[in-house]
């Protein structure tokens, strides 16, 4: 047995001399990566930004090309991952890009505000979604990041509520699996005494919880992030939160995904200043209402009927009050395709006609991974 580990000691020498052959290639192309990523800084001008040069559609069509390539062996959503944070580093050379997401630090916002944008952004955590939307809307933030829906509680109406009268755009969806993880200053779970959680939290991981620690009791916070620091700052608590939350207070895991559905998820908007231009795989959101005078059954089928014509796909539809008169709504509905080409184009053009009120909100590329 001593011979055999012995012959078998420079093959592994060789493999690791590989290994760390193929690392300085691997630095020396993101090198050369980072490098041509300052020339298309330089082609702006001295006084661009970030985001004069920061191209939403451009980077989704890169990761869909990964994507595609990717056979293996590892799984899609670390590949993506790699990518995204050396496509996040190139760009932040200069100056990073500002992103409002809805705080506190630690929260899932911030996790999907990582996934979709890197980490080598400044995250910046606001109150309020009204805060967000105001914050790009100023310049203060180049971007922002709210919740849209979950898959079990349905829609946010504060951030449809916000599209009536914000002119920014939607630049991009963030779709992201809500892992409930414990968390604790504790290595095991011996001395916990207590969970401190946001309610829903609590609720959705109840059945995961009492598996693990069947006698602890459960304590009601205002976000999980309230319950993260409790957790940090006192013996015996342990916190229910993202991977993120563990980072920022610093949190053992100790044990992952206590969440009862594995198929808990939430959608988000990136919202902006700017309507973006195609990616190849898009989805467009529009604002609608009926005419003043449209009255009786019908009304919604005929607004919508140039959709079926031109052979739309409508993926999503939902109903607001429209804060012009009582019993007046406004439609949000998400359709496949850009905006600006066909046949969406042409059907916009004609659903106008018919609306009392039209906006587009965004036409954006699809989630990747």
Request: aromatic share 6%; net charge negative.
């Amino acid at each position: 047995m001593a011979k055999r580990a012995k012959d078998a000691a420079p093959e592994l020498g060789e493999i690791r001399k590989q290994i760390d052959s193929i690392d300085e290639r691997i630095q020396a192309l993101i090198s050369e990566r980072a490098r041509c990523a300052q020339e298309v800084g330089k082609s702006k001008g001295e006084d661009a930004t970030a985001i004069d040069y920061f191209r939403p559609e451009r980077e989704a069509d890169v990761l869909r090309r990964v994507l595609e390539r990717n056979d293996g062996p590892l799984r899609d959503e670390e590949i993506l991952r790699l990518f995204r944070e050396i496509m996040s580093a190139c760009l932040a050379q200069q100056e990073p890009l500002k992103i409002g997401f809805l705080g506190p630090e630690g929260t899932f916002t911030q996790t999907a505000v990582f996934k979709h944008f890197g980490h080598s952004v400044r995250a910046l955590p606001f109150h309020t979604i009204d805060e967000i939307f105001q914050e790009v809307e100023s310049g203060a933030a180049d971007f922002g990041v709210v919740p849209i829906e979950n898959s079990t509680e349905g829609s946010v109406n504060n951030t449809l509520d916000m599209f009536l009268t914000s002119p920014l755009k939607i630049g991009g969806e963030i779709e992201l699996r809500i892992e409930q993880h414990l968390l604790g200053n504790e290595k095991g779970l011996e001395k916990i005494k207590r969970i401190c959680a946001h309610e829903q939290s609590l609720a959705q991981c109840r059945g995961g919880v009492r598996e693990n620690l069947p006698n602890v009791e459960l304590i009601g916070m205002s976000s999980n992030a309230a319950g993260a620091r409790r957790a940090r700052d006192e013996e015996g608590t342990a916190a229910i939160g993202p991977d993120v939350a563990a980072a920022v207070y610093d949190l053992n895991i100790l044990v992952n995904n206590v969440e009862d559905r594995p198929d808990n998820a939430t959608r988000f908007l990136v919202v902006g200043r700017k309507l973006l231009a195609a990616s190849g795989n898009d989805k467009t959101t529009i604002l609608v209402s009926t005419s003043d005078t449209g009255v009786g059954s019908g009304v919604l089928f005929n607004l919508l009927k140039p959709l079926a014509e031109h052979g739309v796909s409508m993926t999503r539809i939902e109903s607001r009050p429209s804060r012009r008169k009582n019993w007046d709504y406004v439609f949000f509905i998400d359709l496949d395709g850009h905006a600006e080409e066909a046949p969406l184009v042409d059907a916009l053009k004609e659903l106008e006609s018919r609306s009392s009120l039209f906006k587009v909100l965004g036409a954006y590329p699809k989630a990747v991974g």
